[in-house]
């Protein structure tokens, strides 16, 4: 059974700060999704990654895919109070379905 | 515009009663998904579907149904079975099944609550 495990679970961080949040899963994928959720919205997507080594960037936010490690990484450069929402990701599997990470919640304060 | 519509946005349940919530997608994918997030919480898999007229379980299945008879439509029924519905509903499709390479799109979600 596949298990997605994300870290931390809950960050506040300053505006102008950087930080980094994890997604490390438990069997091998090459397709991971990173998700952007506001309070009491939907889910709206942020990045596909779907071979090793894959980098994207958009705006704050760049995200990485290390499959040998089984790792991804959300990174947010000079946070900004608009960044603050609940951030998933999601691994899938050749069943055809996709697996949740718990999400973090991030918190930008001035 | 293509996406993904969810109805209605907000529904109330009374005790044993059968309530279905409406999911209808314009995108032309194949593979259409129901999930339960209850509040804090992440996203849990109730029901999938790859193909018209096939569907599997999620990890959470019990004390829901769906069906897919058209490409376009996967409605939910939450069944009088289902003991904890209250919960916000999202319903997911995606392109290509198996061979999928892009994101899921969401729908905007429906809010149940019993009464």
């Known amino acids: 059974e596949l298990k997605v495990e994300q870290n931390p679970l809950f960050l506040s961080m300053q505006e102008g700060k950087n930080y980094t949040i994890y997604c490390n899963y438990s069997t091998t994928s090459d397709r991971l999704y990173w998700y952007r959720q506001d309070p009491g919205k939907s889910l709206e997507s942020l990045f596909v990654?779907?071979?090793?080594?894959a980098v994207k960037q958009e705006g704050r936010l760049m995200a990485s895919l290390d499959t040998k490690a089984r790792l991804s990484t959300l990174h947010i450069t000079a946070a900004v109070h608009d960044l603050s929402a609940t951030y998933f990701c999601?691994?899938?599997?050749?069943?055809?379905?996709?697996?949740f990470g718990d999400g973090t919640t991030l918190t930008v304060k001035p | 515009d293509g996406g993904i519509t969810q109805s209605p946005k907000y529904l109330f349940r009374k005790e044993g009663q059968n309530v279905t919530l409406s999911c209808e997608q314009n995108?032309?994918?194949?593979?259409m998904y129901w999930y339960r997030q209850d509040p804090g919480q992440g996203l849990r898999l109730i029901y999938y579907?790859?193909?018209?007229?096939?569907?599997q379980k999620g990890d959470i299945a019990e004390g829901y149904s769906v069906s897919r008879e058209k490409k376009e439509s996967f409605p939910l029924t939450v069944t009088s079975a289902q003991k904890n519905p209250t919960a916000f509903y999202l319903c997911a499709s995606q392109r290509g099944g198996l061979t999928r390479n892009t994101e899921a799109f969401f729908g905007q979600g429906t809010r149940l609550t019993v009464v």
């Open positions: 990654l779907l071979s090793n080594g």
């Open positions: 995108l032309n994918h194949d593979a």
């Open positions: 999601a691994v899938d599997t050749n069943a055809g379905k996709s697996t």
């Open positions: 579907s790859q193909i018209v007229n096939d569907f």
